[in-house]
């Protein structure tokens, strides 16, 4: 299933980078890498996380305190916020 970022998520998910890129060299990088890992896992496996209410799923991002809240929708999942987990939104 082919998996789209709204440009919300993009922006939230740039910030992460480079806010943990700016603690330790590479860090940001690894978390890209689990973002990818469970893009992956949501792209074979869409229904697999827990609908937090109104078709909307979050997926749990291994060792950052971030989730992506998707939905499925004609066959493409969209991503429409990458969030920190311990931290309010705006």
């Known amino acids: 299933m082919k ?12 910030d992460a980078f480079d806010s943990y890129d700016q603690q330790s ?3 940001g990088d690894s978390l890209i890498d689990e973002v990818d890992r469970v893009v992956h896992r949501i792209a074979h496996y869409p229904e697999s996380c827990p609908d937090m209410g109104n078709g909307i799923r979050r997926a ?3 060792r ?3 989730g992506l809240w998707y939905e499925i929708e004609a066959g493409t ?4 916020a990458v969030s920190h987990l311990h931290r309010r939104p705006r």
């Open 77 to 80: 999942i969209i991503v429409y």
């Open 25 to 27: 060299t590479g860090l």
């Open 64 to 66: 950052f305190p971030y």
């Open 3 to 14: 998996v789209r970022f709204s440009s919300a998520a993009d922006r939230e998910l740039l």
């Open 60 to 62: 749990l991002i291994n």
